[in-house]
């Protein structure tokens, strides 16, 4: 099927939900992502700095591009004047930095916390704890450049549809609590990302309001 038809197949999933594509063209050049602008997606997310900053430069500029994937606090500088919403905080370290950047760039960036869902152990992001620990901290008062939307998780990479949704679950059951425990200027939950290809049927039924699908639009990466 074309990129346009796998766009149109994955909305009929979406239909009603509330929930929002973001279509995942990492690996993939300019020419795939503009096949989907083409078929009216306009929300894209990359992984990595060094592919996002090219493509933001050369492609339209009401592309809303989010970047997905691990973020090192040094890269900030590159992404903080246009991006619309950074879904793998993973340190405090990491969310000052993204303020510092505000700050500079006269903006406020838009992001989410990554939680750690899944068992594998090369999974980036930070424990339930750790999550309250940045979302109680005082030194978070002070980030006037950031907004803190919610969670990004990512379920287990397996067949086992029983435990995707055990991890899927136990995200938005907390993401409820911290929604009606934390609320400031900064700190506004709305937004849910989770679901990839593999399992974001799984994701939007347990409250998903932004799925990441990449191999299920452009085709299977190298
Ligand atoms: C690559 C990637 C996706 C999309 O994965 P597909 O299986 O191709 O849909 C989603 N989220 C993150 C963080 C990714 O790195």
């Not at 063209?25 to 592919?51: D, H, L, W």
Request: glycine letters at 6%; a neutral charge; one cysteine or more.
């Amino acid at each position: 099927m074309s990129i346009d038809e796998n766009i149109k197949k994955v909305n009929e999933n979406l239909n009603k939900s509330g929930c929002h594509l973001i279509a995942v063209s990492k690996t993939y050049p300019a020419e795939a992502v503009m096949e989907a602008y083409e078929a009216g997606q306009r929300i894209f997310g990359e992984n990595k700095v060094q592919e996002l900053v090219p493509k933001y430069e050369a492609l339209p500029k009401d592309i809303h591009w989010h970047l997905i994937g691990h973020l090192q606090t040094n890269k900030v500088k590159y992404i903080a004047s246009f991006v619309e919403l950074i879904h793998s905080v993973d340190s405090f370290k990491l969310l000052k930095e993204i303020n510092n950047e505000g700050v500079k760039n006269n903006r406020v960036i838009n992001v989410l916390l990554q939680i750690y869902i899944a068992e594998e152990e090369t999974k980036f992001g930070l424990s339930f704890q750790e999550a309250e620990e940045v979302l109680r901290s005082e030194e978070l008062k002070k980030f006037t450049n950031i907004k803190i939307n919610g969670f990004m998780g990512m379920a287990s990479n397996t067949e086992d549809h029983a435990k995707i949704r055990k991890e899927f679950k136990s995200l938005k059951f907390f993401f409820d609590q911290c929604k009606s425990l934390y609320s400031a200027t900064n700190v506004d939950f709305h937004e849910l990302s989770m679901g990839m290809s593999a399992d974001y049927k799984i994701a939007l039924e347990e409250g998903s309001t932004l799925i990441r699908v990449g191999s299920s639009i452009f085709g299977t990466r190298k």
